[in-house]
């Protein structure tokens, strides 16, 4: 039998693969496919598949039958188009080795670049480029890049500098220039032998000569960097699955530092910011490409739109020809993917070469932009252009922006790499950015540049500022797809690691002191300045539009208040899924009232105290009703467990048994006495309720009676009352008959009738398994996703910080399932109700309203397993709108 | 149409019903039809059946139509019988209105005698009877009883005596005699005038003169008593569906009270409290049956041979035709049933009359005796035996005795009404003995006699000692259905309610003081005694193997220690199903050594507090598995929250601190920072394990350390490791690649083979629910079934104690889910998890080790569900021997 097919080639105008194989073939290697067979000048090469990294890692690192042939097979094709030879120390052949996964995964894994060449090849390449310092500065980056990258030669402490960066500064203070590009050839030259020394000394392997174990060294450790910790820990957060794999893409190289007329660069077709439609990149002359990603020197612009933002000539200037044909070529990539396109290219001696092309990163402001301007264009249509913004991301949009009227102290001024405001203390490390942010510290994290090994900070800080880098860097990338406020480039700032400071002019930043940062106009100013909540633009209100066609999952909101409420309507809310009552009873002014009702020694005070709260738990549910007009509003009666609301400081104590009229040793008896092992498993919910009957009764009649009076006002009424916390039927039924009695005495006294429902929260377990007795009694289900994954794990929210962050690291959990749906064990428990309560009660309505009803996945699992509506917090309520519509549009 | 037939008539001989029909007519209707039927002379009458009951609670308190017909009808048929006519004035039909539900429910319902008696019908009464005191006594008593149970003139304050026995006591008084048998017809005229201006004036109604008012006044009575709350907590008590309704039976009188050739009794066919084979009962003279019952008088015996026990006169004596009657009766009663009845009996005028026959209640030791002798005798086969045996009361014979060789002070001594022995404070009313035992006080309630308003007392309470009342007297009965010790008629005993004491000679003893008493002797002793374990009958063990031989679950034990394992072994477990290694670490002379590990700061010194544990927990291993010898033992990895073993006194964490040579301050710190909201949640079992991996592999090297040891000593050691609070399946996989490599390096090292298996506890919702996939890792689960019921029903134990209680009394929970398995819930989730289990590993051993693993229903629940064993504490493995035969017989 033969072999399977490992190895697809493309090159010469040919590919054998295409863009629909990117689960095979990776991103990378599909664009480069597709785009070879555009016509579209990509250097020839080849993709190992992803099909092999898997079985590279089941066997331990052994590579399947077949492989090795499919690669030098490929490799003497790459060889015949190009015209030269792997190895040939006349006219070498030099490739590029990349990963390429199903999804960017931008800086996670490792590229080893100028491979082939060695101490014979390296001659071939001066004599043939006549540039014998190019030929040693490409030699002298790739024993570095192989030594880093393949033979694992790293610093070998945290404050160590890179040690072949070191050898470099060495050799510029023995020559005494200040630039690299002032090495000369025969500097290189020794440079290069004492790279190879380092390795060999520091090693004790010899850096291999063979251009044949180059490359099979450079396949490996692209595979083995699939499961680096940083390539790990960016799956986490961007929920990638470990199991996909990464490709490996071997291709010609091209050089984009030949001098003057050679250069590399990145552009997009739409702006990624602002989704404006402009071409849009950046470019640096006489430069290898990861010198653009790494953004260590400050690129020059496109073009001559692009250079109001800089002083630096641009590509359209420097080589109109060259730009042109990129312009053609751009247009033909977004017409071919109906998507904005990150493309990458290399100007070698005049001729453009495109390296890469894949959809491009952007904000979500962009995304919107660009999704309704491509169904304007007839590009794409409503439904595309919804699937095509991320609806987790639109939270960047609903996030308070820096005041524009705010008065500030603008110390300095970057590139606006990622909007939003932030505000927070200076930090300097990644390190210390996650430990003062697992203090509940809001953090800036400050860099010269950030690297792949700060992803962790980054996630942690609030902000990120850059003193280096340009919009493509690796800060900027990172930071827009973690949809957090971020500036780069901000030259003026001076940073001393040392010192743990930074300065601007005559200004010093210590470590600690508190600066906002602005992501959509680049400034950092001094200080905490005030921010406002986003004016949310046309475009936003026709996606939600077009999103509101085609969901069928209603979006209700959690709110507490009037202001809750009218802010949820403001975002599209149809309902309140939940609002708590306890949260009123918090107020400064009740507490007091509050505690003498829990604090009494018998029916008679308890009740005295329910009086006092009472009127004004109806006011706050008659300025809900009118808010809420003719929308329905779930209220759940008292939830938390008493004690919750009790003074813990004797002062407390002593007050209110002065108060109360009873020895302060009584009252401290009576509060110790309410403390409880497990609160959560504890005396809360319907439990309170059924055992202080008094205090479910003055909530419903606190409901009922503001039903009838905004009733009254003309206003109409939808009041469904929710009891918490139910596990057995019978709880339900004894609560709901003192409603349902409750109600009718209420309605009788003032004449009216009020459209009321009586439902129960499934939050336990034992209330999902038999969700078929309990939808006898509730008129809906309202799934309290927060407790019911507490008590489907078994794991307190509380106290889950302790090992949760170890459980996501070691991949023991994809990810926090207080924040993403675990669907497998809560949302089967969930199914389990929806299937049994629908069966009792055919018509009952059912939602959530946990934290969840606001993350995209939870939302499109909630449709997909049929619920009426999900509830969520006031701002997430576009996200539910969104992730709700895609859930439609995906079901086809 | 035909209405339903509601009355079912029985009497001449004949009857419409028999005993099949128990869930129609009740226990009691359904024997007297039975009885008829048999020639047996029992009293005409009529049953109105359980659906009436049902039905008259379902409409609101209205009886079906037809039903006062059907009624009407049957009494005539009864008239015809005894040739006498309801409400006739010149010969009078008196009747019995009496409860009767499907299991009897002794003391719980409403009965009313003497029925059809008004001032005309009196007098014919006493005619007939030529007997003018009988018939004013008869009537004296009809007044009162239909006064309290059917108008419900009851005492109006707690300390207010029963305000008829205060008229009684006040004639008594006023004619200066001292008891009720002194009174004169006369006075009883007096008295029932009395009675009715008593009535007249606390209620405002007239007493009913129309004696078919006064019939269905007191058939609602009936029906209404159902739901007392006493009624109710007694089925609460033994699982008794509170939807089966009473049936009630009206049946003509007859009179033990027309002199000296009258009597009443009760009587067993063997003897209820050892099972002996010998006619066992009690009469009174000139009495009706509820003298009897409530043991007011002392009663008499009923053969010679029992008169060994009683000074008094017995009815083969004094009756010796009746007697014989009785004996014929008896034996025919007996051969009929094939089981032990309980049989009450009224001789008028020395014509004997069965008013009721049914199963008699019985200790667990005569259980077993009468069971074993039957079978013996060719009555009942093995399996029915076994039936005949409560699994849940076995418990009773696995209880301490007192020790026979310790000295004691006998202070009295009265009747052994139900076996053991039993320490405790004494009380004196039924609130203080559930108060004090709510305290976690023993307590032993000392009564002059008890009634159905003490039951929660008797609950609560350790033993029951009375001063009056006779084997079957209230106390008794009720006793022995809870298998609580009992000494009753201790006639010695003086009891003050007031000053809270009683007095025997010159002994006084307070509330508050301790005693002993003993159930078996009928000893009341001062002071503590010690208690010893009780030595198996070899009736016990032939129940024993014959349970054995019918089940099909296997049956194991929970023990922490090699002595636990003996016992275990000695009640006949065939494993250990639990293991609790962290009972090992609170030892006190290990305890420091564990705060030490915990406290660590860093690994290395975690693992030096963990060397110091190693060898002892080896050792306690090795011991385990040389008393198991060949039996498998599940030993559970480490399981409780760390902070559980740390100190909590400033005391005992300064001398740790000095210990570990750090500072007071730091590890206070360190021990607040361990403190956990949730702990039931939080950081424990194997999120200890996988956070923390030095400790799990510390266990799993001493486990396997000890069985090669133990292996190499020639004994046969099949561990099962077992990982606790898996969640989420990865959990399991990390940490069984540790166990699996852990072992087969101590395994190298020993050059051992040992056959240990790794599986999990199924503890978690999540766990139940994706237990397809984690049964692809585990080679067994064993759900804990305690913490299985704190996370479906989202209760802690440790707080359930506040309002549990109440939702039982309430009706919300049948029982305590801690104690009886909630199979709709709990149980639901572990069938979901079996199923899932075996489907991806068919051959997976299934087991469950919480408490529920020696509890009847529960036991038999994972029987259906098709568990391979259940695991219990070692005193309780008799117990689940029995309930896994009961359930294999059942099965059929």
């Known amino acids: 039998m033969a072999n399977k097919k490992y190895v697809y080639f493309f090159g010469g105008g040919k590919a054998e693969g295409n863009a629909s194989m990117r689960d095979l073939l990776g991103g990378k290697g599909a664009g480069l496919a597709e785009m070879t067979n555009l016509g579209i000048p990509v250097p020839p090469g080849f993709t190992i598949t992803t099909e092999v990294c898997r079985l590279y890692y089941e066997r331990g690192g052994q590579y399947p039958e077949g492989l090795k042939e499919q690669v030098e097979e490929a490799l003497k094709r790459v060889e015949r188009i190009v015209g030269k030879g792997f190895g040939d120390r006349h006219n070498p052949l030099l490739v590029s080795v990349r990963s390429g996964a199903k999804v960017s995964m931008p800086g996670m894994m490792d590229t080893v670049l100028n491979l082939g060449l060695n101490d014979e090849t390296v001659k071939g390449l001066a004599e043939r480029s006549k540039n014998e310092r190019f030929a040693y500065d490409s030699y002298r980056r790739f024993v570095q890049m192989y030594g880093d990258v393949v033979l694992g030669l790293k610093p070998e402490r945290e404050d160590e500098e890179d040690p072949f960066e070191a050898l470099i500064e060495a050799k510029k203070r023995q020559k005494g220039v200040k630039l690299d590009t002032e090495l000369t050839a025969e500097d290189l030259k020794e440079l290069v032998v004492e790279f190879k020394g380092l390795i060999k000394k520091r090693l004790d392997v010899p850096f291999p000569e063979d251009p044949m174990e180059q490359l099979w060294g450079a396949i490996g450790a692209v595979f083995r960097s699939w499961n680096n910790p940083r390539a790990i820990t960016y799956r986490r957060l961007h929920n990638i699955p470990h199991t996909w794999g990464t490709a490996v893409n071997v291709q010609a190289m091209v050089f984009g530092n030949m001098g003057e007329t050679s250069g590399t660069g990145v552009a997009f077709t739409r702006d990624p910011s602002t989704g404006e439609k402009r071409f849009y990149g950046e470019f640096l002359l006489n430069a290898q490409g990861e010198d653009v990603v790494a953004g260590i020197r400050t690129p020059q612009p496109l073009n001559k739109e692009q250079k109001m933002e800089s002083n ?356 401290k008896i009576k509060v110790e006495s309410l403390r409880e092992f497990n609160p959560m498993l504890g005396h809360r919910g319907c439990r309170l309720g059924i055992t202080y009957p008094e205090v479910y009764q003055m909530q419903v009649r606190a409901i009922m009676e503001a039903a009838c009076e905004v009733t009254k006002e003309g206003i109409r009424v939808l009041p469904e009352i929710m009891v918490p916390l139910v596990g057995e039927v019978r709880e339900l039924s004894f609560l709901k008959k003192m409603i349902v009695d409750t109600s009718k005495k209420v309605m009788e006294s003032y004449g009216v009738t009020v459209d009321y429902k009586v439902g129960t929260m499934i939050e336990l377990p034992r209330a999902a398994i038999t969700a078929g007795k309990i939808a006898a009694e509730a008129e809906f289900f309202s799934f309290g996703t927060n407790d019911l994954t507490q008590t489907v794990f078994g794991l307190s929210r509380d106290d889950a910080g302790f090992f949760l962050p170890y459980y996501i690291e070691k991949g023991i959990l994809d990810s926090d399932p207080f924040v993403v749906l675990d669907q497998e064990g809560v949302g089967e428990v969930i199914r389990i109700a929806v299937e049994k309560g629908r069966k009792t009660r055919p018509d009952i309505k059912l939602g959530i309203c946990g934290e969840h009803g606001g993350e995209q996945s939870s939302v499109e699992f909630c449709h997909r397993i049929g619920l009426d509506y999900v509830s969520c917090s006031p701002y997430r309520v576009p996200i539910a709108r969104l992730s709700a519509a895609h859930a439609a549009i995906k079901e086809g």
Not at 601 to 607: A, C, D, G, I, L
């Open 312 to 667: 630096l000539p641009s590509l359209e200037e420097l080589m109109p020809d060259v730009y042109r044909e990129l312009v053609e070529i751009y247009q033909k990539l977004e017409r071919h993917y109906k998507d904005m396109q990150d493309i990458e290219f290399t100007i070698e001696n005049g001729k453009l070469w495109i390296l890469q092309t894949r959809t491009g990163k952007r904000t979500i402001k962009a995304a919107i932009k660009i999704a309704i301007d491509m169904v304007r264009e007839g590009l794409i249509d409503e439904k595309t252009a919804i699937l095509r913004v991320d609806p987790n991301q639109l939270d960047q949009l609903l996030h308070p922006n820096i005041d524009p009227l705010a008065k500030k102290h603008v110390i300095a001024k970057g590139l606006p790499a990622s909007p939003g405001a932030a505000v927070g203390e200076v930090v300097f490390t990644a390190n210390d950015a996650e430990k003062e942010a697992a203090l509940g510290k809001s953090v800036i994290l400050v860099r010269v540049e950030t690297s792949p090994e700060d992803i962790h900070g980054m996630h942690a800080a609030k902000g990120i500022l850059t003193a280096r880098g340009g919009m493509t860097s690796h800060a900027a990338v990172v930071a827009r797809g973690m949809g957090k406020c971020c500036v780069v480039g901000c030259g003026d700032i001076k940073i001393d690691y040392e010192s743990q400071t930074f300065k601007v002019g005559d200004v010093t930043v210590k470590r600690g002191d508190i600066i906002t940062l602005d992501g959509s106009t680049g400034e950092v100013i001094l200080g905490e300045v005030p921010t406002i909540s986003p004016e949310l633009s046309g475009d936003f209100a026709l996606l939600m539009e077009w999103a509101d066609k085609y969901r069928r999952l209603q979006v209700r909101a959690n709110a507490d208040t009037p202001e809750d409420a009218r802010t949820a309507l403001k975002f599209g809310a149809e309902g309140i899924g939940l609002c708590r009552t306890e949260h009123m009873f918090f107020e400064e002014k009740r507490i007091k009232a509050v505690r003498e009702m829990i604090l009494a020694t018998n029916e008679e005070e308890r009740k005295r105290g329910l009086e006092k709260i009472e009127p004004m738990q109806k006011e706050d549910f008659k300025d809900i009703f009118r808010a809420m007009e003719g929308h329905p509003v779930t209220i759940r009666l008292l939830d938390p467990p008493l004690h919750e609301f009790l003074p813990h400081k004797d002062s407390e104590i002593e007050e209110i048994a002065k108060d109360m009229g009873i020895p302060f040793e009584t009252l």
